[in-house]
């Protein structure tokens, strides 16, 4: 049975028992529907993978088991409440004539753009650094022993410190389908949900149902949100548990409530920035009305991420300390320390300005869109459109010409001035390729140029409509959170250019106002060119995943990921890995067993094989592998002088690392 047809079983699986316990939950829409079974699908890939994790049972078809015993048992109470009916698919109203332009265009650009997302997903290979370093990874390592804990003599203690939520969707994706390329759709997912979320928000704020759609569509549209809902990060993941407790804790009844604790909970198992996301569901659960709910809120919000912080005390128990050991990521936090905090506000705002693809001639691509919206109006004639709807709605998708000269004259270069003026405070500031404002990459892009504009239009323009009182108080948390989001994350954090993947949330919040776009038509235009530009320049430029193709710009060609061998598309982030990846994939057998000597940042995932055949086994730090009965062992170059030769013999030295076979005879 393939691995692919398992995949979609246990998706149907998830969805169906998802829908059903939606139902009985009273889930009034379909939207609402959707994503509270997100949610408690989610949810019950965590709790099976913590169910049988003790008995070793985290197996293809132990879970496969689970999950149609779940549905069996969930369809089972469906009937015996009454087989409540599930809610129709919502009507929306025909939009406005003004209206349909600019959704329909989006829409188009959204659609393509995802599709070659999912052909990105099913045709390539995972890569990255932190996917191969530990996301990945552990997932991998957890199958093996068949079961989720700590993995011992860690090369990097990023495969155990993090709250494992995320990596447990990757590992149940693999450990079904046995396909790496198949794990990019949690990613997938949960940007779809993220994209559900904020159309609810936003209905939810008394935007027209249009409008909600148009702001899901932006977002969808992002440069960060689109790339990396091809990857295996789990940024997107975070972010579209913490939407769903936005909206389900800012519900009326107990049973949202009850949903929103869930979301909570599943969020602050997955990364430590769920934290600040604590902050703003807290001033969800205040300002939302009714009043009345307030303390079933407050008490759904401290159970949820009481719930949630189990891996902390995992961590405590391993290590003693709350956040685990964190000597892989030395320096990251920087709690009030004026240089960092000061360094990482600039340095954020620089980053802001992101015109992920627009790299060389191809910036000019905005340009011929400006020069098209024009013409359009132009050609409408007559009185349709006014004279200066037609000049801003061109200068606003012109402006990426005007960005990027004042990003690379200013922006990084006053970073750097900063940096040493502050006297060189603990930071990364980034290599020429991540600090540079045209970096397409599913971690250093951020939000775009549309995202930029928006974040700040939307947050004057809805300001004016609450004291106008067009639109409730609620509506502030999603114009200021991004303000209060960068805040918490200056305070706290060191600088370096992959911040950005951490303000998903604010973001995915201030687009649920985004649809106010369409109440002007030259902001509408502007945002869909904007972002149809974007998404075609993005994909383009992919730095991970590169087209090959060439637009404007003539410059040097860059290799299509679609021509690619599996080391070559997993070494992109680091060639020189390259000779050790290759060796893995062309020399080793898929069935042999592999020892690792890594050090902390090294790629461990690629060992596995692409169907995860590979018995892999972690040498301890200080050890000469003389011990290790595995047939070949890859070793860091810091630990390849360790290895005991009398056992080991080098088949590959290459710059980054140093692949060893076993030599027959050797006694343990």
Known sequence: MSGAFLGLLALALLSATGILVGGMLGLRGAAELALGAYVTGFAEVVGLCLLLSPFDGVTRWNLIAGLVATFVAV??????????????????????????????????????????????IVGTP????????????????WLQADGVSYIRDAYDQRLNFNPPNGEMGFAVVLGITRDENLVGFVQFFAAL???????????????RGIEACFGALLFLSLPLVLLQSSGAKNDIIVASFLLAAVVFIGGDTRREIALGSLATALAVGTKFTAAYGLVVLVAVAIVAPPRSARVARAVGLALGAALGSYWYLVNVHETGHLLGDQSSVPGLTAPLHPRENLLTAYGVLTDLVDLSGARGADIFLYAIAALVLAFGFALLGRRAIAWRTTVLAAALTASPLVLVVASKRLGHPGLVRLYDLLGKPQAYLGDETTASPTTASDTASWFGPAGLLLIFGAAIAS?????????????????????????LVSLSLTYNPWLGRFFVLPVALSAALWGLALRARSTAWASAALAAVTMVLALVHYTEKPSGLRLLDRGTPTPSVWSLERWQVQSQHDPA?????????????????????????????????PHLEREVALVPFGSNAGHVRTD?????????????????????????????????????
Do not use: M
């Not at 209206?99 to 052909?119: C, K, N, Q, S, T």
């Not at 995972?126 to 370093?133: K, S, T, V």
């Not at 409509?465 to 960068?486: E, H």
């Not at 290759?582 to 995932?605: I, T």
């Open 463 to 487: 300001i004016r409509l609450i004291r106008r009182r067009s639109l409730p108080p609620l509506a502030g948390i999603a114009a200021l959170v991004p303000l209060g989001w960068f805040a």
């Open 126 to 141: 995972p890569n990255g650094w932190d996917p191969l370093n530990y996301h990945l990874a552990r997932s991998a390592f």
């Open 577 to 609: 890995i390259g000779p050790v990846f290759r060796f893995l994939d062309r020399g080793v057998p898929a069935k042999s067993s592999v020892a690792l000597a890594l050090s902390a940042n090294d790629f461990g995932y690629p060992a596995f094989g």
């Open 632 to 668: 070949w062992l890859v070793t860091s170059n810091e630990r390849a002088g360790e290895i005991d030769v009398s056992c080991w013999q080098a088949v590959l030295r290459s710059d980054e690392g140093s692949v060893f076979r076993h030599r027959k005879g050797c006694a343990a």
């Open 75 to 120: 369809t089972g109470i469906w009937i015996l409440n009454g087989s409540r009916g599930l809610p129709s698919l919502p009507r929306l109203a025909y939009p406005r004539a003004g209206d349909r332009g600019p959704v329909v265009l989006l829409a188009i650009a959204v659609v393509l753009g995802l599709g070659y997302v999912i052909a990105l």
């Open 193 to 207: 949900a993220c994209a559900v979320g904020i159309f609810l928000f936003a209905c939810r704020l008394g935007l």
